[in-house]
């Protein structure tokens, strides 16, 4: 990310002991929370642009939580506007504010502090998010919000950042857990919630598979198995060569055929499967080098919410 040269120290205020609470819908359910006393992060304060977000540095006791309720219509700033009011009322000053594609996209959503799925589920064209200031009588207090929905749940998170807190505290954390002899792929899913199939290799200029057998296929077919309730979406990805549409397309014609793969060749569920492509809309390097677009070239997992 990119960094802005202050660096707040709220070292002085008795932590957030106080921090605020949102006033959720009824029904809501809180997926996570957990607390440090004393780190570090990013608050977005701008859109992603030239390969980061801009943010500003920030370290203090940290409060992250995520909740869960019944989508309204899927109108995403019917939810968003009256837990913003909640902030502006409780005397934060907002210091960045956008919706979906606005914020960046994928990239954004990716390269900012976002809880993976099941906590936290993230429609790239369905989500707003802001960040908020509120000065204090010797520190500044921190809160970002983001809030998305599909199609039948509406997900928000929210990280707060105050200043350390030194009396002792019972620590809330995810109930989630990884196995420590999870495959590098179940790891990278349970954890961040994406995972790139490096090992895939397509015909140049097609969507047909070029091979026989690839072991990320077999593992994500296997990390299916082992729970019914998981849903992915495989994501075609292509370098900048050629017309954003031909690349969206290409991309999505590759999303699909790995899909097949995993169903046919490997017994995959088609019901916890669906695929999608960006073309180039997300690269991870630049596409002005060979490498570059070699990179760019991918499938990814993305790991969506259970029902």
């Not at 990119?2 to 106080?18: D, E």
């Not at 920030?58 to 019944?70: C, M, P, S, V, Y």
């Not at 009011?85 to 990716?110: H, I, S």
């Not at 039948?152 to 109930?175: E, L, N, Y």
Request: with cysteine; aromatic share 8%; net charge negative.
């Amino acid at each position: 990310m990119t960094r802005l040269s202050a660096l707040f120290l709220l070292l002085i205020w008795p932590g957030l002991a106080s921090a605020m609470a949102l006033e959720l819908p009824p029904g809501a359910t809180k997926t996570f929370q957990k607390r440090e006393n004393l780190a570090s992060y990013e608050v977005p304060i701008g859109p992603y642009s030239d390969g980061a977000v801009e943010s500003l540095t920030t370290e203090g006791e940290i409060l992250r939580q995520a909740w869960r309720f019944k989508a309204t219509g899927g109108n995403t700033l019917a939810e968003f506007a009256p837990l913003r009011q909640q902030l502006l009322a409780d005397n934060f000053t907002v210091l960045y504010e956008c919706a979906a594609r606005a914020c960046g996209g994928f990239d954004f959503r990716f390269a900012s502090d976002i809880l993976p799925a099941p906590e936290m589920y993230v429609d790239l064209d369905n989500y707003r998010f802001l960040s908020a200031r509120r000065d204090g009588a010797n520190s500044p207090e921190f809160v970002t919000l983001l809030v998305s929905a599909s199609e039948t749940d509406t997900f928000v998170q929210m990280i707060q950042v105050g200043p350390p807190d030194t009396a002792p505290r019972a620590r809330a954390t995810s109930t989630k857990q990884t196995p420590a002899n999870a495959t590098a792929l179940e790891a990278a899913l349970l954890e961040r919630g994406r995972y790139v199939l490096e090992d895939l290799r397509f015909t140049t200029g097609s969507a047909t598979l070029d091979g026989g057998s690839f072991g990320s296929l077999s593992a994500l077919s296997d990390f299916l198995k082992a729970d019914p309730k998981r849903k992915i979406v495989l994501v075609g990805h292509t370098d900048d060569v050629g017309s954003l549409t031909a690349n969206i397309d290409l991309s999505r014609k590759r999303a699909t055929s790995v899909a097949e793969a995993l169903i046919t060749n490997y017994g995959a569920d088609r019901a916890q499967i669906s695929a999608d492509g960006v073309g180039y809309l997300a690269p991870l390097d630049s596409n002005l080098t060979t490498e570059g677009r070699k990179k760019n070239r991918r499938v990814e997992v993305v790991l969506t919410p259970s029902p």
